[in-house]
């Protein structure tokens, strides 16, 4: 657990024995201008070990930070994502750019930015009614017709597509890369675009090609399905090439199953996974059992409709959820003391060098301690040199991995195709030396404090001595 996070914790504890309400400013630690890649690789580095906790906050337009607010006031910590909608209703689609400037505040403070949008149908205006617009049923014709090229209706989705164009824009401008989930639940019938199978799939991509065409290379595209019990999540699916997040809704049931988790993992394979819409807050168990979720996003009202203050506080403070100032996005990007990666060698015990055994490149390469000397085998680009990211060898692409995903002592590590799990993640202390796996909470170690050549690296039980400390590479 972070020591902000202690502290807040301690804070509310004494205010609430004192009667009053604590106040907690915090420190304001910005993100920069950053790329969608730094974004997705912050996901994958963190599955299997942390996950960014997400605050909903739907209309009205003219307040879109009024939930998040409410997480603030009850934890005393901000999301670590902030969710808005590009909206339907006319008031709130005359209100769009107040969102816009939330989304950049948001980013800034060092939130995450999630952005879904109940669009109106293109047989309806820009505004719609909730009832009988964003919610309602158009005719199969008509549903073909949009999503063939040329027709009347495929031209009205595109000029709608238009209308969102400027708003996404400005956020590219200001270098925020936005986690945009456009037609979600889409295995759902309640929505215009939903039920239809592989023909929902293809709207998907039209949409998608449309808007990557304008040029918007900042949107993080997040595919959703709702839990729903038909399962056959699948056959909504548009394809890898057209997916960055892999995301699922949890209505059916308070927290996605475990045939939920399976199946979306299946659908996702290497790629992020999250719950894009819940109403309960995840708990312990959930955060343990199903560890590869990336992000969740309570919804709007639900907040405290659907949990009480104190369930709010346990997940908020669990050490395995992430606020804002505790994100380190890597290249520099990040409020949590994220800075560029290094890449070069990595010196430990005897001021020998991590190496990759006879310069391997296949998945299960031994990974030892070896005298220093030039070479692709000792390469290693440190992702997060002050923060939890993935240690990567360029000349093969590969991981520095735990053998198995194991905790126990003793556990080899290797070189492994990189897949966003707990077992490539490492944390590096600068002032202990350490290169610490949050997943089994142990230490890179030299195998019986041996500098011998050839000396097998594994994980151990941190113990602060010389076989587990590490030199970076040169910034």
């Known amino acids: 657990m972070s020591s902000s996070k202690v502290a807040r914790i301690g804070a509310l504890v004494a205010a609430a024995l004192l009667g009053t309400t604590a106040v907690l400013a915090g420190p304001a630690q910005a993100f920069t201008a950053s790329s969608k890649q730094q974004v997705l690789s912050y996901l994958s580095s963190i599955t ?12 009205p337009a003219s307040n879109p930070g009024q939930y998040s607010q409410v997480v603030k006031n009850v934890t005393g910590q901000w999301p670590g994502l902030w969710g808005g909608d590009l909206m339907f209703n006319a008031a709130d689609v005359a209100n769009r750019q107040r969102v816009i400037d939330q989304a950049k505040t948001e980013w800034t403070n060092g939130s995450l ?16 009614s909730f009832d009988g617009g964003v919610k309602s049923r158009i005719t199969n014709s008509q549903f073909d017709q949009v999503i063939a090229d040329g027709t009347s209706l495929n031209t009205a989705w595109k000029r709608r597509l238009d209308e969102a164009v400027p708003y996404l824009q400005q956020l590219k401008d200001a270098g925020v890369p936005v986690l945009f989930r456009p037609l979600h639940e889409m295995n759902e019938t309640w929505n215009w675009w939903g039920g239809y ?76 996974i999250a719950i894009a819409e819940m109403g309960k807050v995840p708990d312990a168990a959930l955060l343990s059992s199903q560890p590869r979720w990336s992000y969740f996003m309570i919804w709007s ?20 959820v992430l606020s804002q100032g505790e994100i380190s996005l890597p290249g520099g990007g990040g409020g949590g003391g994220g800075t560029t990666a290094r890449t070069g060698a990595i010196t430990g015990l005897g001021g020998k060098c991590v190496d990759v055994q006879a310069s391997g490149t296949a998945d299960g390469t031994a990974v030892q301690l070896y005298t220093c000397a030039t070479g692709v085998a000792q390469t290693w680009t440190v992702n997060a040199p002050a923060g939890t990211g993935t240690v990567v060898n360029p000349s093969s692409g590969k991981c520095l991995d735990v053998t198995g995903q194991g905790t126990a002592d003793g556990t080899k590590v290797q070189l492994w195709t990189c897949n966003g799990s707990g077992a490539q993640q490492w944390t590096y202390s600068g002032s202990a030396g350490t290169f610490r796996n949050p997943a089994s909470g142990k230490c890179l170690d030299v195998t019986g404090q041996s500098s011998a050549d050839g000396t097998r690296l594994q994980i151990w039980t941190c113990t602060g001595q010389s076989n587990q400390r590490w030199t970076l590479p040169a910034a």
């Open 48 to 59: 299997g070990a942390s996950i960014v906790a997400g605050q909903h906050n739907k209309e």
């Open 301 to 320: 009202e639900q907040l405290q409709g659907s949990n009480t203050n104190a369930q709010i506080q346990a997940t908020y403070f669990n050490s395995r």
């Open 113 to 128: 930015v999630a952005l879904t949008w109940h669009v109106c149908p293109p047989t309806q205006g820009s505004s719609c």
């Open 197 to 272: 199978g592989a023909k929902s799939a293809r709207l998907y991509q039209i949409t998608h090609d449309y808007l990557v065409a304008k040029g918007l290379t900042n949107l993080i595209w997040v595919w959703n399905v709702q839990d729903n019990p038909a399962g056959g999540w699948s056959s909504y699916y548009p394809g890898s090439s057209y997916v960055d997040v892999v995301s699922l809704d949890a209505w059916y049931k308070s927290y996605p199953s475990a045939g939920d988790y399976q199946q979306i993992q299946s659908i996702a394979g290497s790629k992020p």
